[in-house]
């Protein structure tokens, strides 16, 4: 197999700027290449079986010399890998994407390039700055505040000055006054409106708006450090009436998600759309149970049940596949009524044309089991090896024949504790969306001090079992995910 590279721009931070392209890009990559600047959220696209190699790069420091990126990206695709460079912003905007690109094309190395979202034009936009207005500026010049190790600034400040357009400097923060200085030398005036934009399109953005003659004190004050980019112009001023992001209901808010891998994205993505900084911990997986003899069997005989019952997203989607794979469907099922313990799980079974007959008014085991307390059996429960035991109580108290068949386990993962280590130290939102992510987020983190913790629990059932390790708890009205996020916003 003939290797190849794919450049591809990770956009300025946050991940809902991620083209397409690149998206599917890291997705195939079997060796991802990828520098400081690229966001934990992108990062976690790499495949788990992707070779994944840190190269990053701080102000004045080099990880990983250029030369040796450049080295081993040709000998991965000498290799026959596929290789994504990942890149932050835009890999050919001060980059040094066409220098990585040099040794490639010397070697004939096949090669792609997916242009990504520029922080000069996306940070001012998160911001409240348009970059051009026709009642300020027609025109908008980007400029790399960044100079060689030792060398000074060479920017002609005098022909930027004659241009009266927007100035946008990337990597300029160590040089911040030699700019400023720079710009008031070549005659502008000091009272220039001017902006510096820390960590932008993130959570933790943060910026100062000032005058050109101000900023330098103005940024020292708020220890505005790197990644950071400066604006200079007129449109500075449309910042504060134009600040659509800082009026996000969670910016900066700090929240942690539990659930399994598979199914943290929808949390993680509407929590982030609201302007929250989400860390992914996964506490726990769904595993389904390879060899299941017992389900097989009652597979065989579906028409001797009245109702099949699903207390999880997980379980009618492990159903089904299984169901298809022994060559049945849908029809099957016929004859048959459905309980599903919530929307989210209803939802799932309408995916494969399945509509649930019973979801009970409050998403929880206890008040489905309240509802199917007159049901006519035999029923099938399929569900988690650790479910909770209303229902087999429920059924055992009425007489209502069933049989309790685990689809699924649930297996605690070990995430990386360092990653929220400095989190729990200050005051965190910790989301729980069953016990069992309780259990998990517990078990990952023996003998820390979980005083700082505010669960915010999807049910009582999950809520008690959080106050049981003396995790402070606010719990969803409903058990949904728009229930807790509506219970976040109020917190």
């Known amino acids: 197999m003939d290797g190849k590279v794919i450049l591809v721009g990770a956009g300025p931070g946050d991940p809902g700027l991620l083209t397409e392209k690149g998206k599917k890009a890291i997705a195939q990559a079997e060796v991802v290449v990828y520098?400081?600047?690229v966001s934990p959220a992108i990062l976690s696209l790499m495949p788990e079986s992707a070779e994944q190699i840190d190269v990053g790069k701080e102000a004045s420091h080099h990880k990983v010399p250029q030369h040796e990126i450049n080295r081993i990206l040709l000998e991965k695709a000498q290799a026959g890998k596929r290789v994504v460079r990942l890149?932050?912003?835009d890999p050919f905007l001060?980059?040094?994407g066409g220098e990585e690109l040099e040794l490639l094309s010397e070697a004939g190395i096949p090669f792609e390039v997916v242009p990504g979202v520029t922080s000069a034009l996306s940070v001012p936009a998160y911001a409240g700055i348009p970059v051009t207005h026709r009642d300020f500026c027609s025109s908008l010049h980007i400029i790399t505040g960044h100079a060689k190790a030792g060398a000074k600034l060479t920017i002609d400040f005098e022909a930027l000055k004659r241009t009266g357009g927007t100035l946008v400097f990337l990597m300029g923060v160590t040089a911040l006054p030699a700019i400023c200085q720079g710009l008031l030398d070549a005659g502008m005036e000091a009272e220039m409106p001017a902006a510096v934009i820390e960590r932008g399109t993130t959570p933790r953005q943060r910026k100062r708006i000032s005058t050109l003659g101000a900023l330098p004190q103005a940024a020292a004050e708020a220890k505005i450090e790197s990644p950071a980019i400066i604006v200079v112009g007129k449109v500075c001023t449309l910042s504060e009436k134009f600040d659509w992001f800082d009026a996000l209901p969670l910016k900066g808010r700090e929240i942690v998600v539990t659930r399994p891998r598979e199914?943290?994205?929808?949390?993680s993505e509407k929590l982030r759309a609201l302007g929250a900084a989400v860390t992914e911990y996964p506490c726990i997986e769904t595993v389904e149970r390879a060899e299941n003899p017992a389900l097989d069997q009652a597979m065989d005989h579906l028409a001797q049940y009245r109702y099949l019952v699903f207390t999880s997203p997980a379980g009618p989607e492990i159903f089904m596949k299984r169901l298809l794979a022994r060559g049945q469907d849908a029809r099957a099922l016929a004859g048959l009524k459905i309980a599903a313990i919530g929307p989210k799980t209803a939802h799932v079974l309408m995916r494969f044309g399945l509509k649930a007959d019973l979801v009970p008014a409050v998403y929880d085991s206890d008040h489905l089991?309240?509802?199917?307390a007159e049901v006519a059996g035999p029923v099938l429960l399929c569900r988690a090896s650790r479910g909770s035991d209303a229902?087999?109580?429920?059924?055992?108290?009425?007489?209502?024949?069933?049989d309790d068949i685990p689809c699924y386990d649930t297996r605690y993962e070990t995430p990386d504790a360092a990653a929220i280590l400095p989190l729990l130290a200050r005051d965190t939102l910790v989301t729980f969306t069953s016990a069992s992510t309780v259990e998990g987020f517990v078990k990952s983190l023996p003998g820390v001090d979980l005083s700082h913790v505010l669960g915010v629990c999807i049910g009582e059932k999950t809520a008690e079992k959080a106050r049981g390790y003396g995790i402070a708890v606010r719990v969803a009205r409903e058990a949904t995910i728009e229930s807790l996020i509506n219970c976040i916003k109020e917190v």
């Open 94 to 96: 001060f980059g040094r």
């Open 263 to 267: 199914r943290m994205g929808v949390l």
């Open 369 to 372: 089991a309240k509802a199917m």
């Open 391 to 402: 229902l087999p109580k429920i059924f055992s108290a009425r007489g209502i024949p069933f």
């Open 87 to 89: 890149k932050g912003g």
């Open 35 to 37: 520098d400081r600047l």
